[in-house]
């Protein structure tokens, strides 16, 4: 990276030196130019400033001399007084040449006398005028040898200002025209060298400044490199301070990350947003070892990662030791970082206790320093460390949380689950009313007497695996206690109930099982059958309704279906003689309780 640096700095150092030298010469240029062209122009403008100024003087120092003043103008004719001053002052003055022009452009009046009698193209003649109006343009011609200042040079053009000058009235009318002309050669070749020697001055000023700007700038310039090659080793060091620094962040963050989720479902889900966001450049897939131990389930991905459905362990190679390559993953998951098309790709185990219990896939988006590699492969493993522990933490508590809601004999939910998830369920109003079936075997005590307590344990796991099979949808099996079980059919009305309770009776009964050397033919079994809410509004009432059916019917002689009481101290029951002749004959009697 620093070698990289300095050859960026080397070009950047000989493109700036060119850069100064292509400066220094436009600036010469520059100034060259502004020496040789602009005095010229400068030296004009000023010149043609100070005539416009002086012209007014010189308007009134001449129509001020003659005798009639502006109305000499109207008149057309001068006095020979009039005329010996003119004279006098063209000769003694810097004005070489005197016109007087009247208001038809006719000069009536000239130093040189053959300009007398001719017309001349005044822009203003006749009209309205300022008396501040001046018309001013200069004009190189041919010297007259006769004329020529002293000190100028004979032969070369001479540069002659001419000057128009209106004369007014009182009442501000134009009455005439006052034409100068004002040999302005010297004064202009003197003004030029002027100008020109300041520039010169200026631009030899201007030039070593710029110099000593270009070589102050070379030297900050010098000594800004100087702060960036040591900023930018700094910046080495500093990248190397944070990497370590993030490095140590994530691995904490991966730290106290398992405790947060609840269960395997959302362990997963947690994972995938983990790994999004402590290797956001890395592709990746979870696979856990499932119940059976012989496939690894793809359980989920992340950032553009896939899974498949299942790995057998026999598609791994040394995976006892820790390490694994699945022959049928996508990016051939290595334990070691590996560039396969120019990424890198890992493949971590999990292991827990020993034993390998799933495989962490990761293929990184782009490609990655050595550096950054070791970095996210140490992140990588710590992840998966974790992921190990929180895969052992969840399914230590989904087994806590089937325990606390789950009989441990017939596998089916307990009462305090059956009360919670129904109250839940009517609270968030997912149903209103509800069909519940409390379901008991008949003669279970002898038969526990006869057979022992593992036969009577055998034939209640195989009435819950009746009821768990009708068990569909939003329905909830459960074992309310003791002998007695519960099936919740949500949605249900009572005329399908008893059919169900009825054709679960019926199952009961063709119901072969083998006790020990003795054969079962049937599990006799009561139902009682009540509704929610018509037989109470608070679920434990119509299960307490069911269960009094359920004592109803076994006081009848049992191995029959009867609905709770429609009223006080009434309960219908369906017997399986009438059931047999398809007739809905109620016999009424009075329920009560069987110890």
């Keep these: 990276m620093l070698e990289r640096g300095n050859l960026i700095d080397t070009g950047r150092t000989n493109g700036r030196r060119g850069l100064r030298a292509a400066i220094l010469v436009a600036a010469a240029a520059a100034m060259t130019g502004a020496v040789i062209l602009l005095p010229a122009s400068l030296s004009d403008r000023i010149i043609e400033s100070d005539l416009r100024n002086a012209a007014h ?79 001013y343009a200069v004009r190189f011609v041919d010297p007259d040898p006769d004329s020529i200042p002293f000190g100028a040079v004979a032969g070369s053009p001479r540069a002659v200002a001419e000057i128009e000058v209106p004369v007014t009235e009182a009442r501000g009318g134009v009455v005439g025209w006052l034409e100068l002309h004002h040999d302005i050669t010297l004064i202009r070749a003197t003004s030029i060298l002027r100008i020109r020697l300041a520039l010169i001055a200026g631009s030899v000023l201007a030039f070593g400044a710029l110099l000593g700007a270009l070589a102050l ?159 996210q492969r140490r992140v990588a493993q710590a992840g998966a460390d974790q992921i190990s522990m929180a895969i052992a933490n969840a399914r230590m508590r989904d087994a806590l949380q089937q325990q606390a809601i789950r009989d441990p004999l017939t596998g089916l939910f307990n009462r305090r689950h059956l009360l919670e998830t129904v109250r839940r369920a009517l609270d968030m109003r997912l149903y209103r009313e509800a069909s519940v079936l409390a379901i008991a075997v008949d003669q279970l005590d002898r038969l526990n007497e006869e057979h022992g307590h593992d036969a009577g344990d055998m034939i209640l796991r ?117 059931l047999a002749d398809n007739t809905a004959t109620l016999s009424v009697g009075a329920p009560r309780l069987i110890a």
């Design 57 to 135: 003087d010189w308007r009134q120092r001449v129509v001020g001399q003659l005798s009639k003043g502006p109305e000499t103008f109207a008149l057309s004719s001068l006095t020979l007084a009039d005329r010996e001053v003119l004279e006098l002052i063209s000769q003694t003055s810097e004005i070489q040449q005197i016109d007087l022009i009247d208001t038809e452009g006719r000069i009536f009046w000239a130093t040189r006398d053959e300009l007398i009698g001719q017309h001349q193209k005044v822009s203003q003649v006749g009209t309205a005028a300022s008396p501040d109006h001046v018309n």
């Design 217 to 375: 700038l070379r030297s900050s310039r010098n000594r800004t490199l100087e702060a960036d090659a040591r900023a930018r080793q700094l910046k080495v060091v500093m990248a190397e301070q944070i990497r370590l620094t993030r490095e140590v962040h994530l691995l904490g963050q991966i730290n106290e990350w398992p405790g947060s989720t609840r269960s395997q479902g959302e362990l997963f889900q947690a994972v995938a947003r983990f790994m999004e966001h402590v290797l956001p450049s890395w592709s990746g897939s979870l696979y856990v070892l499932s119940v059976s131990g012989d496939v690894l389930d793809g359980v989920v991905s992340w950032n553009g990662g896939t899974h498949l459905g299942h790995l057998r362990a026999a598609d791994f190679t040394l995976i006892s030791q820790g390490r694994a390559c699945a022959s049928d993953v996508t990016n051939a998951p290595s334990s070691e970082p590996e560039l396969q098309a120019g990424r890198a790709s890992l493949c971590i185990p999990i292991r827990a206790q020993g034993e390998t219990v799933g495989l962490l896939n990761l293929a990184a988006e782009g490609e990655l320093d050595e550096a950054t590699l070791a970095t």
């Design 462 to 578: 195989a009435v819950a695996g009746v009821l768990r099979r009708h068990a569909e949808g939003d329905a909830i099996a459960a074992r309310a206690g003791g002998a007695e079980l519960t099936l919740v059919l949500p949605k249900v009305g009572e005329a399908e109930a008893m059919n169900q309770a009825e054709q679960i009776r019926k199952e009961l009964a063709a119901l072969a099982m083998r006790l020990g050397p003795v054969t079962l033919q049937g599990v006799v079994v009561s139902v009682g059958v009540a509704q929610l809410p018509h037989h109470g509004i608070r679920p434990v009432e119509a299960i307490r309704a069911a269960s009094d059916a359920l004592h109803a019917a076994r006081a009848h002689g049992g191995d029959r279906v009867m609905a709770a009481a429609s009223g006080t101290g009434e309960a219908a029951a369906w017997t399986m003689d009438h």
